[in-house]
């Protein structure tokens, strides 16, 4: 007689099949974070950037495993910071004179702080300025970084194929379930991908600023998990050792995030533009507000009325009350404003061909990347991690800022009386040292 037919066993938690991360000495977060300065500050408000070192190193000479942050990430994240400087370099020592750190790109940061400093300019005078946001990025065309130009880096074009059929998997799982339009550069950035001129390197140059970031070189398929993980600005996709990895910005080594994912490669990519994937490092760089939100003077990079980019002196109280609340609300410059309803463009419904791609799944949409089954959804996610992350992942890249996915950000119809005043720049005459300076003043938002 035949045996019964039985329950098969439970499936164990996600796994690497190399068994993850080797284990960590500590378990406290604290002793697993990078703290990058700027020179020109007091270290009690110098720090443009905290991240996490997930990197293992074997002592010499021992089994010991230390963690440390990989050293040509770090630079180049601080140089995004300081305006696109990719001759700047990471010492220990905060005086003028510091040396750099005998380190080659690929080594790693065992320490614990490091400064950034950039060679001064002719007419240099005072801190180096810093970007305060992404909004007031300029986008470096014909500039990126040596590492990232290198030529093992360069994808494949596939100018025909829609995401679904150039993709067909998650592009870091390769899972054919759950899977969704995972953007590069977000949809709610398409005010800063216009003023940029980033639309040179999509595969549908004749696309509208206001959906112009739907084109398939910017954009990846990722299972809803990790698309979550991916907006939250918990992971990003870097080089590495040679080759795109992934590089996870929060947690700890034994948690499910890291353990699994932080250093793999991703799956085959093709049909995306490097240019796309480095503007997402720099939105999620730029997506961390610490080094303006210490309530100190800075000196920033600020875009004018003019769209040209300027040095400003900004006192403490104007980066909080000028700077903070724009971006806690998640806003950027395309929104704004409040819309009243109306009648729909046709933008609006090329875009609704896109549709809340994060709601989109590979039974949803099947071989196109833009639903046809009428208006999209739209959702909101309340959950912080959709990863299996301990609180402890709440490093500087993830925070309540970050809970809404940058897919799913939209506009309420009605008037928001809080939200805060719209900011003017004007240009004002200033020492020689500085050529151009701005001066920030508050002006009371334009009524629709």
Not at 140 to 152: C, F, K, Q, V
Not at 364 to 376: C, H, I, L, P
């Amino acid at each position: 007689m035949a045996a019964p037919y039985r329950l098969r066993e439970q499936l164990p938690p996600p796994k690497h099949p190399d068994d993850g991360l080797p284990t960590s000495e500590t378990t406290s977060l604290s002793d697993h974070r990078v703290f990058l300065h700027h020179p020109g500050y007091p270290k009690n408000s110098s720090t443009l950037l905290i991240l996490t070192a997930l990197d293992p190193q074997k002592t010499e000479n021992s089994y010991q495993i230390h963690y440390g942050l990989h050293h040509e990430t770090a630079r180049i994240a601080c140089a995004i910071v300081a305006n696109c400087r990719w001759d700047g370099f990471l010492s220990e020592s905060n005086a003028p004179d510091a040396t750099p750190l005998a380190l080659a790109p690929d080594d790693l940061l065992l320490g614990r702080d490091y400064y950034f400093h950039v060679p001064a300019r002719d007419g240099d005078a005072g801190p180096y300025p810093t970007v305060p946001s992404f909004e007031h990025f300029a986008f470096p065309h014909n500039n990126l970084p040596p590492t990232w130009n290198a030529s093992e880096l360069k994808l494949q074009s596939r100018p025909r194929d829609t995401i679904h059929t150039r993709d067909k998997s998650c592009r870091i799982t390769a899972s054919v379930l759950g899977n969704e339009v995972a953007h590069l550069i977000p949809q709610k950035e398409d005010a800063w991908f216009a003023v940029n001129q980033m639309t040179m390197y999509a595969v549908r140059t004749e696309a509208s600023p206001s959906n112009a970031t739907n084109d398939t070189s910017n954009a990846l398929l990722l299972r809803s998990d990790l698309h979550q993980a991916f907006d939250n600005r918990q992971l990003v996709l870097v080089p590495k050792w040679g080759a795109w990895a992934i590089h996870v910005l929060s947690g700890l080594p034994g948690e499910e995030l890291a353990a699994v994912y932080h250093n793999v490669p991703p799956q085959a990519l093709s049909g995306l533009a490097v240019e796309y994937l480095f503007a997402r490092f720099a939105w999620t760089v730029l997506g961390q507000t610490t080094f303006v939100r210490a309530g100190v003077a800075r000196r920033l990079v600020l875009v004018g009325e003019d769209g040209r980019s300027h040095a400003s002196d900004v006192s403490g109280k104007e980066c909080r009350d000028g700077f903070l609340p724009a971006l806690a609300s998640g806003k950027s410059r395309s929104q704004s404003r409040s819309h009243s309803p109306k009648k729909r463009t046709r933008d609006e419904l090329v875009q609704d061909e896109w549709g809340d791609l994060s709601d989109s799944t590979d039974g949803d949409v099947g071989d196109s990347d833009w639903g046809t089954r009428g208006r999209a959804r739209k959702r909101l996610s309340h959950a912080f991690n959709s990863v299996s992350v301990s609180s402890s992942a709440a490093s500087s890249f993830g925070g309540w800022r970050d809970a809404l996915k940058d897919d799913d950000i939209r506009e309420a119809p009605s008037e928001d009386k809080n939200r805060p005043p719209k900011m003017a720049i004007s240009t004002v005459t200033t020492t020689p040292a500085i050529t151009e300076t701005t001066r920030i003043t508050k002006t009371a938002r334009a009524t629709e």
